[in-house]
């Protein structure tokens, strides 16, 4: 253990003399996340939609089917209450949820004016916003056929809700987002040269004939990374809750065990890239360009999944950075516990530990 912790004590002080590591490591955290959370916005179609149809009546039917027939729209079923509705919105199975009051055709009818309500998934605000939006235009197209006349003696008047957001914070979608990225990038790069360097330098040789075995050269090349990605991490938390005004709704700790499983997850690939490749260079297109356009691509932060073919949704499945999007979603905006992660971190440990194994297995013992 003493041979290692001086291995891993040399590893700090490689890091802490290269200017440039440091400017990747916190320097371009700062500036993406500043640059995502107030610029970016996006579109959204084939949102699921849940239903509850309390009226049952000829008007909330025709409603209903005009707004199944929409292309933006994929009704996921109809709920019995309000139960199901927070049920489906905690596992994350639909996007918005209609419910029509009791009365609601007899009321259009009678009384010249009804009210529905809407209530949108708002830990995505952007897609929110945009449902709302859609579904409004529905409504109020529904009302010109009820009344072709400019002055409508029919009213639905759409009470809309956005849950997990209420204020309509901007900067909601894109947090969870952008620290994927930032913590896939940086980590996967910056350890994808950590083996390849001692090839290039020439003091792979020092390396293999030392005592040490190569889960131990494994370890220690990754623990200074581990160290500076966790202070990396606690930095963006920091900018996140206090300049852009996200709160932190879930459990820290959960918060921050997940983050370290992800970030041991992109060290282990990075290291893994490092084992195969013969350059620093080439190491690095590997991992910063090789891993951002997935990343970006199809976690889901930018561009919504259900717009895509299947074999995306599919290739989507194999990028680690896509479940830890979903469990940040979770724990940090929606405020849920591990009950409803479990999932996402059993397939964070089942990636982490493949990556290792063939890390490991691919570590060249003699040098060509």
């Known amino acids: 253990m003493k041979q290692l912790f001086v291995f891993i ?59 199944t027939a929409s292309s933006y729209f994929t009704m996921k079923g109809k709920a019995a209450g309000y139960k199901d509705v927070e049920a489906a919105f905690k596992e994350g199975d639909i996007k918005c ?117 190569p889960i131990l050269v494994l370890i220690a090349k990754a623990v200074p990374y581990l160290a500076l990605s966790l202070a990396n991490f606690a930095l963006i938390v920091v900018l996140a809750v206090f300049v852009l005004d996200v709160e932190l709704k879930g459990s820290l700790l959960l918060l921050t065990l997940e983050s370290t499983l992800f970030i041991i997850t992109c060290l282990a690939l990075g290291l893994l890239i490092s084992n195969v ?17 997935p990343t970006m691509i199809f976690t889901g932060f930018m561009f919504p999944l259900e717009n895509m073919p299947w074999i995306f949704q599919v290739i989507s499945k194999l990028i680690p950075s896509h479940w830890y999007f979903l469990i940040i979603k979770s724990v940090m905006l929606k405020g849920l516990g591990f009950a409803y992660v479990w999932k996402e971190t059993l397939v964070l440990m089942i990636m982490t530990l493949g990556l290792l194994s063939v890390a490991l297995k691919n570590f060249k013992i003699r040098l060509q």
Do not use: W
Request: overall charge negative; some cysteine.
């Open 9 to 67: 004590r040399k590893e700090f002080y490689h890091v802490f003399r290269d200017r440039r590591t440091l400017l990747i490591m916190f320097g371009l955290p700062v500036v993406q996340i500043l640059l995502f959370g107030f610029a970016l916005t996006s579109e959204v179609k084939n949102a699921d939609i849940l239903v509850v149809d309390n009226a049952g009546d000829a008007q909330s039917t025709q409603l209903i089917n005009k707004i």
């Open 97 to 213: 949820a209609l419910i029509f009051p009791a009365g609601f055709g007899s009321d259009l009818l009678h009384q010249g004016e009804t009210s529905i309500q809407i209530i949108a998934d708002g830990s995505d605000p952007n897609t929110a916003k945009t449902i709302v939006n859609y579904l409004t235009a529905i409504i109020n197209g529904y009302q010109e056929e009820l009344s072709p006349s400019a002055a409508f003696p029919y009213r639905i008047i759409p009470e809309t809700r956005m849950l997990y957001n209420e204020e309509g914070n901007g900067s909601l979608n894109f947090i969870p987002g952008v620290m994927a990225l930032i913590l896939m990038i940086v980590c996967t790069s910056l350890t994808s040269v950590s083996i390849v360097k001692e090839k290039e330098l020439g003091t792979m040789e020092v390396l293999l004939v030392s005592p040490f075995k």
């Open 277 to 293: 490749c013969d350059s620093q260079q080439t190491a690095l297109l590997l991992s910063m360009m090789g891993m951002m356009l």
